[in-house]
């Protein structure tokens, strides 16, 4: 692809750290911007930024993501989440920009108990999955060259903003190396997916105009429990890994007990470029990813 502007909001965060890099590498004229530059909950900052800025190609990972926050304020999380992106969207659509916006695991309920597929109807447990939902539905009706790109599970080496500056694999590490032994559950099953593999695939669908909506995940899946198992004996580390009992950790929000995804618009298309969640693990681990 010949050298673009690309603005990517969020650009300090996890993924967006990962996506600036990789955009970057590729020679690119990136724009990063920050929440103090631009607030997406604000129509008239997002229309003056982006329209100083002229970006080719818009990357939105800006979200109010943490559950309980978004559950305990869902006005809150409706503006960034919803009404955000619906602004980003309508920038897009006078731009004439590509959006590509990142969504959720959590738009699904976990009834399923098996990967979900982008055909698989969404049904949100909690206002962060409601208002997530509602950002997709807007970029899809609004900004005609999108990509709606769902992930979940992500874990970066730029510390996660909305969670502490930590992600599973940094919180297990960390406790598995202060701790004897640690519980954790089992009956709840996701595809971890680093976000360098994150970035790694948006650019490769970036380079397409198989615009819509994709999951971009780690192939397979497993339990939080087997993931931390895997951290532990990857990294060396010798605590006592233990199942938590069932209601050991009461969710304080409902959320899906069956995240899973499967890439099913990316194999069709024949772009699936996901590594299985333990090669990716093994790349994150190694600094490799
Ligand atoms: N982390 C996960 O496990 C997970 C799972 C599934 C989906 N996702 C989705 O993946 C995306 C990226 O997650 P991440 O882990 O990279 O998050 P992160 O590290 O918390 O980064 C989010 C970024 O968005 C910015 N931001 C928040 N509200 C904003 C606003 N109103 N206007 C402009 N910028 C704003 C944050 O800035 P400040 O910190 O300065 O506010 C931060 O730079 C999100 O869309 C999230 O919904 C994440």
């Not at 087997?226 to 605590?239: Q, Y």
């Not at 995804?261 to 969640?277: K, Q, S, T, V």
């Amino acid at each position: 692809m010949p050298p673009k502007r690309i603005a990517i909001i969020g650009a300090n965060g996890q993924l967006g750290s990962d996506l600036v890099s990789e955009f970057g590498k590729r020679g690119h004229d990136i724009v990063p911007l920050n929440h103090e530059r631009m607030d997406i909950g604000d129509a008239e900052a997002v229309r003056r930024v982006l329209s100083e800025t002229r970006p080719d190609i818009i990357l939105n990972t800006a979200a109010m993501h943490n559950v309980e926050a978004c559950e305990a304020d869902p006005v809150a999380a409706f503006r960034v989440n919803a009404l955000g992106v619906r602004h980003l969207a309508l920038a897009a659509a006078d731009l004439d920009a590509v959006l590509a916006h990142y969504s959720t695991d959590y738009v699904f309920d976990g009834a399923k108990q098996a990967p979900y597929a982008e055909t698989d109807a969404p049904r949100p447990l909690n206002a962060y999955g409601n208002s997530k939902l509602a950002g997709e539905y807007f970029v899809r009706s609004l900004a005609p060259r999108h990509f709606v790109l769902r992930v979940g599970a992500i874990y970066g080496h730029a510390p996660c903003r909305a969670k502490g500056g930590r992600n599973f694999v940094t919180t297990m590490l960390a406790l598995g190396r202060e701790r004897p032994f640690l519980r954790v559950v089992d009956d709840e099953i996701v595809s971890p997916t680093p976000t360098a593999a994150i970035a790694g695939q948006s650019v490769a669908l970036c380079q397409t105009e198989h615009y819509g909506l994709y999951h971009m995940a780690a192939r397979g899946r497993c339990s939080w429990h087997a993931f931390a198992a895997s951290i532990f004996d990857l990294a060396g580390i010798k605590t006592d890994l233990q199942v938590a009992a069932p209601g050991e950790f009461p969710a304080k929000v409902p959320r899906p007990a069956y995240s899973a995804l499967e890439n099913a618009g990316l194999a069709r298309i024949g772009l699936d470029l996901m590594p299985d969640w333990r090669d990716g693990l093994k790349q994150f681990l190694d600094g490799r990813s």
